[in-house]
């Protein structure tokens, strides 16, 4: 049972190059989210995905854009990568739909980006 | 403003040594708390959900509880493989959205 896999683990870009971060979970789960992890900051929310077809910006979105594929995949795309985007960035999955104490996150293991 | 402070930032422990992480929180209408352990280079592992004030989860040498303004995580005679970092988040009402704390740092030391 592999869970929420992301690729790829490591990645360097220069300045003004794009790229996609690839999010796949077998868990059968409605929700996905993208987040991305700063040393001295907690984890925060790039984007989030309901359902299949349904996407909504979290608390830093600018710079990004995401597509839920399929139920099993939700990938985030960097169009003109930036110094400040340099980070660690986590998929994560849940059942349910909405926030709350049952909505139980499931994290992949990130993707290390550096962006010179 | 909805926000979540984890406290010490960093704690070094000797095995067996026992001590308590905080995690306090200030947001309308709390629906719950999650506490998650974090080893380096992985993502974030769910470890409990602490659903109202005064309840208590406990998983081998870790118990959790929470009031209403704060959770801890109680660590009973550590052991080195405890030596991760914790992270707490509650859900913002309303929302599918979570706050998460920056965590702590725990090392445990043989």
């Known amino acids: 049972n592999a869970g929420v896999t992301q690729t790829p683990k490591f990645q360097v870009l220069k300045t003004g190059q794009s790229m996609t971060l690839q999010c796949a979970q077998d868990m059968n789960h409605n929700s996905m989210y993208w987040y991305r992890q700063d040393p001295g900051m907690g984890l925060r929310l790039i984007y989030y995905?309901?359902?299949?077809?349904?996407?909504d910006k979290g608390e830093v979105p600018n710079g990004y854009n995401v597509s839920r594929l399929n139920k099993r995949e939700f990938s985030l795309r960097l169009e003109s990568a930036a110094p400040s985007q340099t980070s660690v960035y986590f998929c994560?999955?849940?059942?349910?739909?909405?926030?709350?104490?049952?909505?139980?996150?499931?994290f992949g293991a990130g993707t290390r980006l550096s962006v010179l | 403003e909805d926000q979540v402070t984890q406290s010490p930032e960093a704690l070094r422990l000797q095995e067996g040594e026992s001590s308590s992480l905080n995690c306090s929180y200030t947001?309308?209408?709390?629906?719950?708390l999650f506490w998650y352990r974090q080893d380096p280079g992985k993502g974030p592992e769910f470890l409990f959900t602490?659903?109202?004030a005064g309840e208590e989860k406990e998983k081998e040498r870790l118990k959790a509880t929470l009031t209403k303004k704060e959770s801890f995580l109680h660590i009973t005679a550590p052991k080195p493989e405890d030596s991760a970092t914790y992270l707490c988040a509650v859900p913002v009402s309303g929302t599918y959205k979570y706050i998460f704390g920056t965590g702590t740092r725990l090392k445990v030391l043989a």
């Open positions: 947001v309308s209408g709390l629906r719950g």
């Open positions: 994560a999955s849940s059942e349910l739909g909405a926030g709350g104490a049952k909505n139980i996150q499931y």
């Open positions: 602490l659903y109202s």
């Open positions: 995905s309901a359902s299949e077809g349904t996407t």
